[in-house]
């Protein structure tokens, strides 16, 4: 009966781990990480000035709108996973087409941005994918949290487990460092996670630039969602308890 009661155990816990919620997400060039949230705002046409972004003082040959990022609903505590690498590219240059920076964004380091409406300023790599998590307030009052550094000197790119607070703009880039998808903890008060990309001009300074990027990244997200493939220690346990079972129904059928 032990044996019994251990399978039952670990096909239970199994079921839970897979038991949680899958998301294709597609983030634009215009997904303006800083605008996370931001419902009290009207963006206006992208030929017109505005004082929230910064744009280029001329029409760019894109002609480009921001647009709030995706929002992704989430609850404190759970942990969210790049489940394939994220894919794709954006243009941050006047002309459509090449360069383009992948998910991973251009370099190690290169782009120091500060905060804008209660959402924290932004450094690291130049223009990858990135992420905020939100509560159900909209975060334009207040001070911002501290900025995050992923530069080689500070977090880097190659974390394995992040748990940023609210507000907080952080590094996902593919999601992946080692052959590892990496995690991301959302923090107490959690409702919401948006995805985006954090740009300027040049990268420094003042959020904005997006007037001139097109593209866009595509991720599936998983919200508490693991491989389904268990552990090899549960295999064996699993293989063992299934043996145990063949062998005791052998018993009685003798």
């Known amino acids: 009966m032990k044996n019994l009661t251990l399978i039952a155990v670990l096909l239970a816990a199994l079921n839970a781990a897979q038991a949680g919620t899958t998301v294709n997400v597609t983030i634009d060039g215009s997904d303006a990480i800083f605008l996370a949230g931001r419902t009290d705002l009207t963006i206006p046409a992208a030929s017109d000035s505005w004082s929230v972004l910064i744009r280029h003082a001329g029409p760019t040959p894109e002609e480009i709108q921001e ?4 929002i992704i609903p989430v609850s ?3 942990v969210i996973r790049a489940l394939d690498p994220a894919v794709g590219g954006v243009s941050f240059y006047n002309g459509y087409g090449a360069p383009y920076f992948g998910p991973s964004g251009n370099g190690v380091s ?3 941005l500060t905060s804008l409406g209660g959402i ?3 450094i690291g790599p130049q223009g990858p994918l990135a992420g905020v998590f939100l509560d159900d307030s909209v975060p334009s009052s207040g001070p911002a949290p501290a900025t995050l550094n992923f530069e080689p000197a500070g977090l880097g790119i190659d974390f394995l487990s992040l748990s940023p607070a609210l507000g907080q703009v952080f590094y996902i880039g593919d999601g992946v460092t080692g052959g590892i998808f990496q995690e991301f903890i959302a923090p107490a008060g959690a409702t919401r996670l948006a995805l985006g990309i954090p740009d300027g001009f040049g990268f420094v300074g003042a959020p904005g630039a997006y007037d001139d ?20 220690g549960a295999i064996l346990l699993a293989g063992i308890g299934t043996g145990i079972v063949g062998w005791m129904r052998k018993r009685r059928t003798l």
């Open 213 to 232: 990027n097109d593209g866009s990244y595509g991720v599936r997200i998983g919200i508490n969602e693991v491989p389904v493939i268990p552990a090899p």
């Open 67 to 70: 647009t709030l990022p995706p």
């Open 120 to 122: 924290s300023g932004y």
């Open 110 to 112: 290169g782009s120091n």
């Open 76 to 78: 404190a505590g759970d």
